[in-house]
């Protein structure tokens, strides 16, 4: 165990002294310190702890890597981001300051295993804040332990909308029969047996307007699905089912309402993002490929 005295300690000392317990693989006492001077960071200072604790906090194969690459860019430029695969520097980036954000990302990080998804968390949460304005209910296909929504959900107060959020998963992995090339180490080690519709639907307890459903994506469509959506998060991590999925739901979104494809942009899912395309491609649409590795689609209003 690290041993910290942070008497007269200011926010620049604690931050290097922070740097140099992650440049030794003390992960978890860096991220103790980076926590305690981050209530007096300000600008540049705060936002350097927060792209710190979101490497301290998830640890993977590629953070000392990236915690290399993140200073190395600190010194070379300002306005620095860094999530898994993204990096952005002298953007704005408005959710690094707002503490409600950051906060809840922070508290709900522990539910999935990577670093850094906060530029995913405000796309989807700039399409859930525009669904409040449409007539329909929400969706999301593949919930995993809940993260997305539950982040989302939380920053807008979902339990006191007059909407419902529909939420799709075999609580198995992805079906042996819908595996795309290349996915089956992948469904073994992150999906299958390492969460449950139990430990799921008591996350959401707090939230009555949130239907959690366990089903195998599209057969639990012909059984449970909101006659109009506003948003859909389309996350199942293959082609077969998620193409079937638009098959069967393209028609009940309403105007105007979105689609954020979780996988899209990501390498892994290139089988993913040539079926989608060619599906929007036939009907004269296209889906928007960002830099976090989502697609976003708002169906066009006539």
């Known amino acids: 165990m690290v041993d910290i005295n942070l008497k007269n300690v200011t926010v620049g000392q604690g931050l290097a002294l922070a740097d140099g317990l992650m440049q030794t693989q003390h992960l978890n ?19 350097a702890i927060l792209n710190r604790i979101s490497l301290a906090s998830q640890p993977t194969p590629r953070t000392a890597a990236a915690f290399a690459m993140l200073q190395q860019l600190e010194r070379s430029t300002r306005d ?8 952005t520097w002298l953007k704005t980036t408005p959710f690094l300051d707002d503490e409600r954000f950051m906060a809840l990302a922070d508290q709900h990080s522990g539910l999935i295993p990577i670093a850094g998804l906060h530029w995913n968390l405000a796309t989807v949460l700039w399409a859930v804040k525009r669904a409040e304005r449409l007539d329909g209910d929400l969706m999301e296909l ?12 939380d920053y807008v107060g979902f339990a006191d909308w007059p909407r419902k959020w529909f939420l799709y998963d075999t609580f198995e992995g992805v079906p042996d029969d819908q595996l ?3 996915w089956g180490d992948r469904n073994e080690r992150a999906y299958k047996n390492t969460f449950s519709y139990e430990e799921v639907a008591e996350r959401f307890r707090p939230f009555p307007n949130i239907v959690i459903t366990r089903g195998r994506v599209p057969e639990i469509l012909d059984e ?8 859909l998060h389309m996350d199942l991590n293959n082609s077969q089912a998620e193409i079937a999925a638009l098959e069967r739901l393209y028609d009940r979104i309403v105007p105007g309402g979105v689609i954020v494809f979780d996988d899209y942009g990501w390498a892994a899912a290139r089988t993913q993002y040539e079926a989608e395309r060619a599906w929007f491609a036939e009907r004269g649409l296209e889906i928007l490929l960002l830099p976090t590795g989502q697609g976003l689609f708002v169906k066009p209003e006539r």
């Open 29 to 47: 006492a860096a991220l103790l310190l980076y926590r305690k001077i981050l209530p007096e960071a300000r600008g540049a200072q705060r936002r």
């Open 80 to 87: 620095v981001f860094l999530g898994d695969g993204i990096a």
């Open 142 to 153: 593949g919930v995993f332990r809940g993260h997305t929504t539950l982040f989302t959900a």
């Open 180 to 182: 795309d090339e290349g």
């Open 224 to 231: 449970v699905c909101p006659e109009r959506i506003a948003f």
